[in-house]
C-alpha cells in the first residue's frame, strides 16, 4: 500500500506561497547582525542535515549511524520542510533509478527548469511512495512516525527559534522571520537547485547515463552536493568532491563526526578516480 503525506495539495501551495510571502517581513523587523547570525546557522546546519541525512544517508546509505542518531539526523532534516524522511528517499532512490528519462519525477532535461526546481514537489502526483523503495528504513516505527507527522518538526523549530527571540532580547519576530523564514527559503531553493540547475548547468567528468553536471558554485550553496555528476558517477560514495579543490562540507562535516564515534563506516569514492 502507497505511503502518504496525507497533506492535501492546496495546503502545500498554500503553505508554500504564504512562507515565501513572510519574507517581505524582513523590511518590517529590526535589522541586526546577531539575526543574520542565526540565518545563516540555521542554514548551514539544515542544509548539512539535508545533504547528510535525506541524501546521503536515507537515499544512498553512504555511511553508518546507530539507531538513536538516526532519528536525531531525520528530526534535523526534517526541520527543513522538505518533508518526510521516507518520502524523500524513496522518491529520490527513484530519481537514481529513471535519471533524465521520462520516468524520472524531476528531470529538467525531460519535464523542463520550473518543473524540476519546484512544480513536482508541490503537485499531488508524488504526494504518495511505494514503502518497499525504502524498507530498509521503513522497518523503524520512529522514522515512520516522523515521515507521517513531518510537519512537527518545522514548527518546532519555528516555535524554538520565536522564544529564542524572547529570551535572547533579540525580538521574537525578528528571530522568527531572519532564522527560521529566510533561511527555510533560502534552504528550499538551495537543494531544488540540485534537481534543476546541476543537471543543466557545468562541467560533465564522468561519461553517465545521464545529464548530471558539476558546478564550483553549487557545491558552496549546497555544502558539496554541486559535485553532482561525481555522485551520479558513483552514488553510494559519501564523498562527492573527488579532487582537492572541489570543496565538500556535508564529508568534512561527517569526517568529524566519525573522529568522535557518532558516524561510522563511510563509504569511498573508488580507487583511482581522485586524479
Not at 68 to 94: M, N, P
Not at 120 to 132: E, F, I, N
Not at 181 to 210: A, C
Request: glycine residues 10%.
Amino acid at each position: 500500500m502507497p505511503g502518504s503525506l496525507r497533506l492535501p495539495w492546496s495546503i502545500t501551495l498554500i503553505s508554500f506561497l504564504l512562507l515565501h510571502l513572510s519574507c517581505l517581513a524582513v523590511f518590517f523587523v529590526p535589522f541586526s547582525w546577531w539575526a543574520v547570525g542565526l540565518m545563516a546557522i540555521l542554514y548551514l546546519g539544515r542544509m548539512f542535515a539535508v545533504t547528510a541525512g535525506y541524501h546521503r544517508y536515507f537515499s544512498h546509505r553512504a555511511f553508518r549511524l546507530s539507531r538513536g542518531v538516526q532519528f536525531l539526523l531525520a528530526f534535523a532534516a526534517q526541520t527543513s520542510g522538505q518533508k518526510g524522511v521516507l518520502w524523500w528517499g524513496a522518491h529520490h532512490r527513484d530519481h537514481h533509478r529513471y535519471s533524465d528519462t521520462e520516468q524520472d519525477l524531476h528531470s529538467p532535461v525531460t519535464r523542463g527548469f520550473w518543473w524540476s526546481h519546484v512544480g513536482w514537489v508541490l503537485s499531488r502526483d508524488y504526494d504518495a511512495y511505494d514503502p518497499g523503495k525504502i524498507q530498509d528504513f521503513a522497518r523503524y516505527p520512529e522514522l515512520r512516525f516522523l515521515d507521517r507527522h513531518h510537519w512537527i518538526c518545522p514548527w518546532l523549530l519555528g516555535t524554538g527559534v520565536f522564544s529564542l527571540g524572547l529570551v535572547t532580547g533579540l525580538g521574537p519576530w525578528t528571530a522568527l522571520v531572519w532564522g527560521f523564514v529566510l533561511s527555510t527559503v533560502l534552504l528550499f531553493h538551495g537543494t531544488f537547485f540540485i534537481n534543476s540547475l546541476t543537471h543543466l548547468w557545468g562541467t560533465r567528468r564522468f561519461d553517465t547515463p545521464d545529464q548530471s553536471r558539476n558546478n564550483f558554485l553549487l557545491a558552496l550553496v549546497t555544502l558539496g552536493e554541486g559535485w553532482h555528476n561525481n555522485h551520479h558517477h558513483f552514488q553510494a560514495a559519501c564523498r562527492q568532491g573527488i579532487r582537492w579543490w572541489e570543496l565538500d562540507f556535508t564529508f568534512y562535516g561527517l569526517k568529524l563526526l566519525s573522529w568522535v564515534g557518532l558516524v561510522r563506516d563511510l563509504r569511498p569514492f573508488p580507487a583511482g578516480t581522485s586524479s
